[in-house]
């Protein structure tokens, strides 16, 4: 079910006194290739984001005319982490990065944070995890619906650049079809070489 206007939690939030209010979600760490991307989305005060939520709940046309309204009518940034760094920090902190250069590219700095899931990111700003925050909080789920439809066309921009493994399709993530493209032409420069499907491809370390 589509959210509504504001959620309960960010009404209050504003009546206690918060005016910037920024959700905040991340969308790629389950894929084997391609970059994380996170989004944070501060709704200005009398806009109405109808039709908004989880973006995992909604078709990829659905997607793509709600990110343009929400681009339209609220400020946002992105934040990118890419495979390397995702292999040098790990896929949380990756996540959490990606995450916190979100809240950096927003033009106006927020009074408080919604953050999708259990984890603070590190800046020093009120912040408000929630778990499963997309499907709750309208800010949440604008953010996630920015996150998811940056990634995906990135994604497809792979597809042209390394086009034997269906990145178009399946977005990095770990079908049959992507472990058959493995298979047979082992990984591109964009696949996260730490994750557990990739290792049978990393060189052998030699212990003299």
Not at 166 to 194: N, S, V, W
């Amino acid at each position: 079910m589509a959210l509504k206007g504001h959620s309960p939690l960010e009404s209050t939030l504003r009546k206690q006194g918060f005016r910037f209010l920024a959700g905040v979600d991340e969308v790629g760490r389950g894929p084997l290739a391609g970059p994380v991307v996170a989004a944070a989305c501060l709704i200005p005060a009398g806009v109405q984001l109808h039709g908004v939520q989880d973006s995992k709940k909604l078709t990829p046309e659905q997607r793509k005319k709600l990110f343009w309204h929400i681009i339209s009518n609220t400020l946002t940034g992105v934040g990118v982490v890419h495979e390397q760094e995702i292999d040098r920090i790990n896929i949380l902190q990756a996540s959490l990065l990606a995450m916190r250069l979100a809240v950096l590219a927003l033009s106006t700095t927020p009074d408080v944070l919604l953050i999708d899931g259990p984890f603070k990111i590190n800046l020093p700003l009120e912040q408000l995890p929630v778990i499963g925050g997309d499907a709750k909080l309208v800010s949440v789920g604008a953010a996630s619906i920015v996150a998811k439809v940056t990634r995906d066309e990135m994604m497809d921009a792979y597809d042209l650049e390394y086009p034997h493994y269906g990145f178009r399709f399946h977005k990095g993530y770990p079908t049959e079809a992507h472990f058959a493209a493995l298979d047979q032409h082992g990984p591109c420069p964009i696949h996260r070489m730490t994750f557990g499907p990739l290792h049978r491809f990393r060189p052998l370390v030699q212990h003299e």
